[in-house]
């Protein structure tokens, strides 16, 4: 079973993009130079910062449903990154080389379903979650500090 892995959209980010330091404060946001790769997973483009870009630490909304499952979670997203990631059935290297939380969602938002795997064996339990005939799609989340890593989508 095919799937499809999909990057945040740029366009929520990019008015935030060159923003001074103390407007982004004033919004909650904290802008971070990446010092080590892999250390700061861009939610965009779903690659490894290189050291010495900057990245801006935000409060994303990424299951935004009227259920107990609504959930927000603090992610990076890489300044001036424009091409979110949209590839079927390839696993990004932020991804695969991290360990995962692939929580599976139903139409309505209900999480059904959730696994934590290495990312290197991701495709085979994305594969697993999607053979549920209720999932309607994933959220990835890297386990270690539980943020929202991707949207996995049937493709």
């Known amino acids: 079973m095919s799937f499809r892995i999909v990057g945040l959209p740029a366009e929520t980010f990019t008015p935030l993009f ?4 103390e407007a982004l404060a004033a919004r909650g946001i904290v802008r971070v130079t990446a010092d080590a790769s892999p250390g700061y997973p861009d939610r965009i483009e779903l690659r490894d910062a290189e050291p010495g870009q900057t990245l801006l630490l935000v409060n994303h909304v990424h299951h935004d449903v009227d259920n ?3 959930a927000s979670h603090a992610i990076y997203v890489r300044e001036g990154a424009s091409q979110p990631f949209d590839a079927v059935d390839t ?3 932020c991804l695969a080389r991290r360990l995962l939380s692939l929580r599976a969602f139903d139409a309505q938002g209900m999480m059904v379903d959730a ?3 290495d990312g290197r064996e991701a495709a085979a339990t994305i594969e697993r979650l999607f053979g549920r005939e209720d999932v309607a ?7 270690k500090r539980g943020c929202f890593a ?3 989508l049937r493709a």
């Not at 060159?18 to 330091?21: A, I, R």
Request: proline share 13%; no cysteine.
């Open 91 to 93: 696993v990004p290297d």
């Open 68 to 70: 107990p499952y609504r």
């Open 18 to 21: 060159g923003l001074p330091d």
């Open 115 to 117: 696994d934590v795997v």
């Open 137 to 143: 799609f994933l959220h990835a989340h890297y386990a």
């Open 150 to 152: 991707g949207r996995v």
